[in-house]
């Protein structure tokens, strides 16, 4: 007899899952929740692109935007092979409850194109996105929706997609939409520190849940999924706080050193070649369905969703996960590792530095002002503190799981502007 393997749950279920569980507790307004539990508007867009070679290559994009009641859509694109309506409903539908959590003027939205970037020369990735920008048309825009960047897009492809939106407005109109996208370089009206604030925040939450149980973060062990941006300035500013790490993983390899590794030397192997891990000398390469069993104090996953399932949840030594990514433990999972009492301190809250950077960018381009990197540092510091002590009151009120918290802050927060408005007519 052939056992069928149970089909793993998708991310947008997740989100389902998660925000039914927050709205049965919270005895969400039923009305509101009808409108919240499905998105606003999803975008797909195919367009063409001349290659290198003169040939020409059709790409899927997309954008949904899943809530605006507190203001603008906000939110990343990725380009990955993995996008597609589904995880763009999700991440969209994430982005509206960590922006609420954040107390930020701001909806959710998210997209990006179906995509292996490693795969296209630079000149042909700026063509990619500026055609995929061109394709969006007003679908975007400083007021109605406003691009980050996400996996695999960068400052870079930020200021080529600012640059393609301007460059459809007349003369008079373009010097008013600069911040039609965030996370641009500092040249081009871009934040000092953006580039930090994502894994910095997660940092800041780890340190705030230290505090709360009396835990020094000096000599505690952490692992690290993913060694992009975010999981490089989390890896930073825990080796600053004194943590050591022990285990880091991304697409190419796994690396374990019970002694610890050194950051600085990491990002420099990774910078020489070709962004990845792979060929590091310091440290044991092991199995990558290893990494989650790794002994330590505690885990960042800051890769992709669905990582951490009910297969290798059981693995899982550390005592808290901080979630830099969206989405990377799966409801099935989830349940295994509060039953194991695992601290998970949820994305929306942990990862939200981020979406707070985006908004103190688009506030500096929106009123022509410049902050200095201390400035920034402290401003996102103290919202980042903010939401996690909001988070904590909840849970301790309604009795329930971080994660559940956070949702039933950030929705709460929705509900009360649909409920003094009205819905129209």
Not at 25 to 31: E, R
Not at 194 to 222: C, M, P
Not at 313 to 336: L, Q
């Amino acid at each position: 007899m052939v056992t069928k393997e149970k089909p793993k749950t998708g991310m947008y279920e997740n989100v389902q899952n998660q925000f039914n569980k927050a709205a049965d507790l919270m005895k969400l307004n039923p009305n509101v929740r009808k409108i919240l539990s499905i998105t606003n508007t999803e975008i797909v867009v195919n367009f063409p692109v001349k290659m290198d070679n003169g040939e020409v290559e059709v790409f899927k994009g997309y954008r949904v935007q899943h809530n605006n009641a507190l203001g603008p859509y906000k939110g990343g694109l990725r380009f990955h092979p993995t996008v597609d309506i589904d995880s763009a409903r999700a991440l969209a539908t994430w982005m509206t409850w960590k922006t609420s959590l954040a107390g930020l003027p701001y909806g959710g939205g998210k997209g990006g194109v179906e995509i292996d970037p490693s795969k296209y020369s630079q000149a042909e990735l700026e063509r990619i996105t500026r055609r995929f920008t061109y394709a969006l048309g007003d679908n975007i825009g400083p007021e109605h929706d406003i691009p980050a960047p996400d996996v695999n897009t960068n400052a870079q492809m930020m200021a080529w997609i600012a640059d393609t939106y301007m460059s459809t407005k007349g003369p008079l109109e373009r010097s008013k939409n600069q911040h039609v996208v965030i996370g641009k370089p500092v040249g081009s009206g871009g934040l000092e520190g953006r580039d930090r604030a994502t894994g910095f925040g997660v940092v800041v939450n780890i340190k705030a849940w230290a505090e709360r149980n009396g835990v020094s973060l000096k000599g505690k062990t952490f692992i690290v999924q993913g060694f992009g941006n975010v999981g490089y300035w989390a890896s930073y500013f825990m080796q600053e706080e004194g943590a050591i790490l022990v285990g880091v993983q991304d697409a190419k390899a796994t690396y374990y050193n019970a002694d610890g590794m050194d950051v600085a030397t990491l990002y420099n192997h990774t910078k020489l070649h070709g962004g990845f891990l792979k060929g590091y000398e310091h440290a044991q390469e092991i199995d990558p369905k290893e990494f989650f069993g790794i002994e330590c104090d505690i885990c960042i996953p800051a890769a992709l969703g669905n990582q951490i399932t009910e297969e290798n949840a059981g693995m899982i030594k550390a005592s808290v996960i901080a979630e830099g990514a969206n989405g990377p433990i799966d409801t099935a999972g989830e349940e295994i590792l509060l039953d194991k009492g695992v601290h998970i301190i949820p994305d929306i809250l942990c990862n939200a530095g981020g979406v707070i950077g985006s908004y103190f960018e688009w506030l500096q381009n929106r009123n022509g002002e410049l902050w200095s990197l201390d400035e920034v540092m402290e401003k996102l510091e103290k919202k980042l503190r903010e939401a996690h002590q909001k988070v904590h009151m909840t849970a301790e009120t309604y009795k329930t799981d971080w994660r559940t918290a956070a949702y039933i802050q950030a929705i709460s927060r929705i509900e009360m502007a649909y409920l003094q408005r009205g819905i129209f007519p």
